[in-house]
């Protein structure tokens, strides 16, 4: 897929963060993981120079090359430090994280959200253990984030249509994705060879709990899994008081696993229900776990969701391209949607006016 990422006309929403305009400046930060090593090195220096080929902007934070924390990519308030100082940055129109992590909650307690709140809002994208920002920015600071891919995918030697949805969104070309047709079980990049492409060989097989047409409309909530069950009881779950506030809309919850096997899931999900996180839930929408494929104890991928939400009398949507297996569409947090899925296809439509 080669389109001009400029010849769509640019829409934006006075009420969200503005959207990168051409020639904008994409800022990139650290707060997970930083690019210091081998295949992520390779890949973030071939995605600068792919995005000023295409008359962008750039600029590193402080830890982007760093490795010196533990899970992370410099101390939590080094990290923390970073992101603040680039999110209120006015040189950054949007920004980007540079990688996942694994301790990116130790970041959390030095994130001034009350600032965040108060600055003027900038989209900021990454996944899996970014939700510890992409998740808290949307019911602490009530700004919205894009759960999408991190930098280091934009090296690659020829981009997937996901990675221009994701621009397209960025750049406010586009609000309405579709799933893919193909994905990634096992990915080809590594040290030797950094700039690899997804190597989609499973086709596409949604699984969704009940047969026929399914609509769900709500405002968009989630992350991954592992990250979300650890925020519970914590001084920063306010989970139930920004759905409750937001009632009337009703929630999307969008989930996806890393670290978590079946059981696990099973279990963070009993977490999550029991703390009246779903209360208003609408419908689920969940991605393809890491332990795809997996069973425990008569537990597998799909009943260890069905079983824990069935109560719940709502739709849930099953591997969808939400995540860590690629590809994976744009999920905008705290946005409100539509999302369809029939006959094999799933479309989401997010509404920011």
Known sequence: DHRDLHSFPTRRSSDLPDFLKDNGNIGFVAPAFGCASEPYKSAFDNALKKLHAMGFGTHEGSNCRMEKGIGISNTPQKCAKELMYEYTNPQNDILMSCGGGELMCEVVPYIDFEKIKAARPRWFMGYSDNTNFTYLSVVLSDTAAVYG?????????????????????????????????????????????????????????????????????????????????????????????????????????????????????????????????????????????????????????????????????????????????????????????????????????????
Not at 205 to 223: L, Q
């Open 149 to 353: 891919p991190c930098a280091p995918a934009f090296g690659m030697e020829e981009w997937h249509p996901s990675l221009y949805d994701a621009m397209d969104f960025l750049g406010g070309r586009k609000l309405k994705f579709s799933n893919y047709d193909s994905w990634e079980i096992e990915s080809l990049k590594n040290d030797k060879n950094p700039l690899a492409v997804y190597n989609t060989t499973e086709m596409s097989c949604i699984k969704p709990s009940v047969d026929g047409k399914i609509k769900i409309s709500g405002r968009v909530i989630g992350g991954c899994l592992d990250c979300l069950s650890n925020l519970i009881g914590t001084k920063f779950d306010k989970t139930k008081e920004f759905c409750e506030k937001y009632k009337e809309d009703g929630q999307i919850w969008f989930l996806e696993a890393c670290d978590l096997n079946p059981v696990s899931v099973r279990r963070a999900l009993w977490q999550l229900k029991n703390a009246g996180w779903f209360e208003n839930a609408r419908g689920f929408l969940f991605g393809r776990s890491m332990h795809f494929g997996e069973e425990m104890f008569g537990i597998d991928q799909y009943n260890a969701i069905t079983d824990s939400l069935e109560d719940l009398g709502v739709p849930v949507i099953m591997d969808l391209d939400i995540g860590h297996l690629p590809p994976m569409m744009p999920i905008v947090v705290g946005a409100l949607a539509d999302t369809e899925f029939s006959d094999g296809k799933f479309t989401i439509e997010y509404k920011l006016s």
